[in-house]
């Protein structure tokens, strides 16, 4: 198996290094800053292309001589690989697996209905498939030595000579966090049974927003209908990997903790010390989580104001 990771200005997206690891640590990088994003990586065959762009009709065709060998390619399912995957899939003339969380030699297990079903695919032929990030989890071995990157070429391309039908990425725009998709928020703000209204979740949308997080929920919230499914976490919901995870009002059931891949950094907010996602937290907060919410709220609100005024002197500043 052969993982195809495209990275923009040397940095790896996320679930790349669980696609890198699914295949065994070989892995072709590719895109601009390839080498850099590869020696960061844990693998035993890396290769690196550099390319100036994202082009995905193109990236594919110039890819297709250096994976037709493998019988199985594994992209993150993160945008640019969902973009490059089907594309990729259709030069080789071969099926697409998508929304994997597992790949092996001979098909994949799917995910699919939000999540909550998991089809098991066996595929007799090559195939290529995507890797929903944040499920596989990597080991990160300490002290290890940085890989060998083999650095290689590919047919050159350009705007220029693009077909008609070729997708230009004319601008990148920053996400919205509060209508990111879960799976791919860097910091998620979440509540659960611990909140005490749907108004309560309003004021936790703009506090989180406020701190660039997204925002999401248990399955008690969403069976309330507070929050839409696509913002629940869990076993039944989505299951995410985000850098930063603030639990408010949320006791742990293994339902939705199931969820949560692998947080860097966990903050747990609940009136109960010994609840279990106290236990996993880096940082209790023994509180109401209302109270907390509350609080931040009026911070926010605080430091927007005083923007606000320090924006408006420094104009009539300049105006005298």
Same mark, same amino acid.
């Given at each position: 198996?052969?993982?195809?990771v495209?990275?923009?200005d040397?940095?790896? =997206?996320?679930?790349?290094?669980?696609?890198?690891?699914?295949?065994?640590?070989?892995?072709?990088?590719?895109?601009?800053?390839?080498?850099?994003?590869?020696?960061?990586?844990?693998?035993?065959?890396?290769?690196?292309?550099e390319?100036? +762009?994202?082009? =995905?009709?193109?990236?594919?065709?110039? *890819?297709?001589?250096?994976?037709?060998?493998?019988?199985?390619?594994?992209?993150?399912?993160?945008?640019?690989?969902?973009?490059?995957a089907?594309? *990729?899939?259709?030069?080789?003339?071969?099926?697409?697996?998508?929304?994997?969380?597992?790949?092996?030699?001979?098909?994949? /297990?799917? $995910?699919?209905? +939000?999540?909550?079903?998991?089809?098991d695919v066996?595929?007799?032929?090559?195939?290529?498939?995507?890797?929903?990030?944040?499920?596989?989890?990597?080991?990160?071995p300490?002290?290890? =030595?940085p890989?060998e990157?083999?650095?290689? &070429?590919?047919? $050159?391309? !350009?705007?220029?000579?693009? /077909?008609? &039908?070729?997708?230009?990425?004319?601008?990148?725009l920053?996400?919205?966090?509060?209508?990111?998709?879960?799976?791919?928020? =860097?910091?998620?703000?979440?509540?659960? $049974? +611990?909140?005490? !209204? &749907?108004?309560?979740?309003?004021q936790?949308?703009?506090?989180?927003? +406020?701190?660039?997080? /997204?925002?999401?929920?248990?399955?008690?919230i969403?069976?309330r209908?507070?929050?839409?499914h696509?913002?629940?976490?869990?076993?039944?919901?989505a299951?995410? /990997?985000?850098?930063?995870?603030?639990?408010?009002?949320?006791?742990?059931?293994?339902?939705?903790?199931?969820?949560?891949g692998?947080?860097?950094?966990?903050?747990? @907010?609940?009136?109960?010390?010994?609840?279990?996602?106290?236990?996993?937290?880096?940082?209790?907060?023994?509180?109401?989580?209302?109270? @907390?919410?509350?609080?931040?709220?009026?911070?926010? &609100?605080?430091?927007?104001?005083?923007?606000?005024?320090?924006?408006?002197?420094?104009?009539?500043?300049?105006?005298?």
């Amino acid at each position: 198996m052969l993982a195809v990771v495209f990275v923009r200005d040397g940095v790896v =997206p996320s679930g790349g290094d669980e696609t890198v690891a699914e295949c065994g640590g070989r892995a072709i990088i590719c895109g601009p800053g390839a080498a850099a994003a590869a020696a960061t990586l844990t693998g035993l065959d890396l290769r690196a292309v550099e390319l100036a +762009g994202f082009h =995905p009709g193109a990236v594919a065709a110039a *890819l297709a001589p250096l994976v037709d060998d493998d019988d199985v390619v594994v992209l993150p399912a993160r945008p640019d690989g969902r973009d490059l995957a089907p594309r *990729l899939a259709h030069v080789l003339g071969r099926r697409l697996l998508a929304g994997a969380i597992h790949v092996t030699e001979n098909g994949a /297990s799917l $995910a699919r209905a +939000g999540g909550r079903e998991i089809h098991d695919v066996t595929v007799g032929e090559p195939f290529v498939a995507t890797l929903v990030p944040g499920v596989r989890g990597i080991e990160s071995p300490a002290g290890d =030595p940085p890989p060998e990157v083999r650095e290689l &070429s590919v047919t $050159a391309f !350009s705007v220029t000579t693009l /077909s008609d &039908s070729e997708t230009e990425v004319t601008e990148i725009l920053p996400p919205d966090v509060t209508t990111m998709d879960l799976t791919e928020a =860097p910091r998620i703000f979440s509540g659960g $049974a +611990g909140l005490d !209204s &749907s108004e309560r979740f309003d004021q936790l949308v703009a506090v989180a927003a +406020g701190l660039g997080a /997204s925002l999401g929920a248990t399955r008690v919230i969403t069976d309330r209908g507070w929050l839409p499914h696509e913002r629940q976490i869990g076993t039944t919901g989505a299951v995410v /990997s985000p850098q930063l995870y603030v639990a408010f009002g949320i006791s742990g059931a293994v339902q939705h903790t199931a969820g949560l891949g692998d947080p860097e950094h966990v903050i747990s @907010v609940n009136t109960d010390p010994h609840c279990p996602m106290m236990q996993i937290a880096d940082l209790a907060i023994v509180s109401d989580a209302n109270a @907390v919410v509350d609080e931040l709220a009026k911070r926010l &609100s605080a430091t927007e104001a005083g923007a606000a005024t320090g924006t408006a002197a420094a104009a009539a500043g300049a105006a005298g």
